[in-house]
């Protein structure tokens, strides 16, 4: 079972390097994002640092949903996701595979680069420390989630605008406790640990359930 | 009657609630009966074609 | 005759049925519905007391309180006849499903325009980002999510399982979602933790509520049979039972 994992996980990631702009979009789709934010509220390094925290995450939640949208596209473009749906592994782990890469090349780059985008917040040493932290344990559970939507909305017209719609909502706890989890880390680095906590319990729920629905969404969408 | 009607002052807020709450009662049942009238008449409208047909037909 | 439950399962009986209790449920909601106003504007003091009285503007509180109430409600029956079609494959707990969706939409719009004009006088803002009236916003973009990707999909096999399947994906993560906002640091939430409780209210007003809320209820169950009817007819267009239905509602 573990073998069918790592070779999607290898598979998805060759094929992606093969095609590196599609990583490098999303990457700075994050960055101009957040780069737009202090052209609209102002420069003043007090309601940048104010901001910081929340305006990485949720140029994080919008990278990573836009991205989703690619996840099972060109598999289902030319039928691979089929024959997939056919084999006699396990669904649920083949689409786990598919997600981890797809964290991989679009969640990873993000989480590398925030702390420049920090930087350009003015964050402070530590706070850096905390969010690429946060980003770490949070991006994967959005992408997890997410891929239930991409799923759900495969192949529909207009599924971009679609799949905002049903996992934004569902972004939620993340983006509440991943940037409060900066924010908090400003004042008191120990009371960062019960955010981190719940994340890491976020990611754990979502491990466990979320490919079992996406595979359910796949099996809808693709019959 | 005009006390009761004014609300100690706050008529706008209460009257606006309760105002919305039949409106969009009021639109939803007038959307769903529409609906309705529109699919019995459209299927009324296949049934007397397939027949038309049938009897050119016969 | 062996009578068996899953006998109105099958569209053909219970659109007969549903047609039969639409009326039922419309007398029911119109009777405690206007028991439920009288009840409210002229049983019910002018004024709430305490430290901070509410004055005439508390009376919001019947529809408010009755459309957040049923908006929670309605998502509830709405995952269940998910769930239900998802397990028992069954075409007709879609059609109920896909049916409620909208009177809870309408609801929990009612319940946010609501509060939105309780705060105004209350708390001197349109908008306030409470857990509540957030949670409120919340729900209304899942009920909306459900309705988006329902009407997205041509094919209504599908576009009744995935629905479903979002659906169910919304309901597990309500708790999270409504936690995560009535909580947003979690080092300090048992302090923040609001609580209302039932014997606190006063008799009369509690009494009007409740009726009210009785009173969208059973809206709700003609407003969505209603719209299941419909949704019956589009869906089993052509077959006989339909043809004889219409034939003997012309007749009428």
Not at chain 1, 49 to 60: C, D, S, T
Request: one cysteine or more; a neutral charge; charged letters at 15%.
């Amino acid at each position: 079972m573990f073998s069918t994992f790592l070779c999607i996980l290898r598979r998805d990631i060759t094929l992606a390097m093969r095609r590196r702009t599609d990583i490098l979009t999303t990457l700075f789709f994050f960055v101009i994002v957040a780069s737009l934010f202090p052209l609209g509220v102002g420069s003043e390094k007090e309601v940048l640092r104010f901001l910081g925290p929340g305006v990485v995450w949720v140029a994080a939640l919008l990278a990573s949903m836009l991205a989703l949208e690619r996840l099972f596209a060109s598999d289902f473009a030319d039928g691979t996701l089929e024959q997939m749906l056919l084999t006699p592994q396990p669904l649920s782990v083949l689409v786990l595979g598919k997600i981890c890469a797809h964290w991989l090349l679009t969640g990873l780059p993000l989480v590398l680069i925030a702390p420049l985008i920090g930087l350009q917040y003015g964050l402070e040493g530590t706070q850096l420390l905390v969010m690429v932290m946060a980003l770490l344990v949070g991006t994967p559970v959005l992408s997890l989630v997410g891929s239930i939507g991409a799923a759900l909305t495969l192949g529909l017209r207009g599924g971009g605008i679609l799949l905002s719609l049903l996992v934004l909502p569902l972004y939620i706890p993340v983006l509440v406790y991943g940037s409060g989890a900066v924010t908090v880390s400003a004042i008191d680095l120990a009371d960062v640990q019960p955010f981190m906590a719940l994340l890491g319990a976020f990611l754990i729920l979502a491990l466990a359930f979320s490919p079992l629905a996406t595979a359910a969404a796949l099996r809808i969408s693709v019959e | 009657m005009m006390e009761f009607l004014s609300q100690g002052g706050y008529a706008f807020y209460v009257w606006s609630c309760y105002g919305l709450g039949i409106v969009l009662i009021t639109v939803e049942i007038t959307a769903l009966r529409r609906r309705q009238r529109t699919i019995v008449a459209q299927l009324g409208r296949l049934k007397r074609m397939r027949e038309a047909e049938v009897s050119h037909e016969g | 005759m062996k009578f068996h439950w899953l006998h109105f399962s099958s569209p053909a009986t219970f659109y007969g049925l549903a047609g039969r209790m639409i009326p039922w449920f419309f007398a029911l909601a119109l009777v405690t519905g206007v028991v439920a106003l009288y009840w409210g504007f002229f049983q019910t003091p002018d004024q709430l007391g305490g430290s901070n009285p509410q004055k005439e503007y508390y009376r919001i509180i019947f529809v408010h309180v009755g459309s957040a109430w049923m908006s929670m409600w309605l998502y509830l029956v709405l995952a269940a006849w998910s769930a239900f079609g998802l397990v028992f494959n069954t075409r007709l707990s879609y059609m109920m499903a896909v049916s409620v969706a909208p009177t809870g939409a309408l609801f929990t719009a009612l319940a946010l325009f609501t509060g939105s004009f309780w705060g105004k006088p209350s708390w001197g803002t349109w908008w306030d980002w409470d857990p509540r009236l957030t949670s409120e916003l919340i729900l209304f973009f899942l009920y909306i999510g459900y309705i988006a990707l329902h009407s997205a999909i041509d094919d209504a096999r599908r576009a009744d399982r995935a629905s479903a399947l979002i659906a169910i994906v919304g309901l597990v993560c309500v708790p999270i979602i409504f936690w995560s906002i009535n909580c947003p640091d979690p080092n300090q939430c048992a302090a923040l933790h609001q609580r209302s409780s039932m014997g606190s209210i006063d008799g009369n007003i509690l009494f009007a509520m409740l009726a009210l809320t009785f009173s969208f209820w059973m809206y709700a169950f003609a407003t969505s049979f209603m719209r299941v009817r419909s949704i019956i007819l589009e869906r089993e267009a052509g077959t006989t039972w339909v043809n004889e239905q219409l034939e003997l509602e012309a007749k009428r």
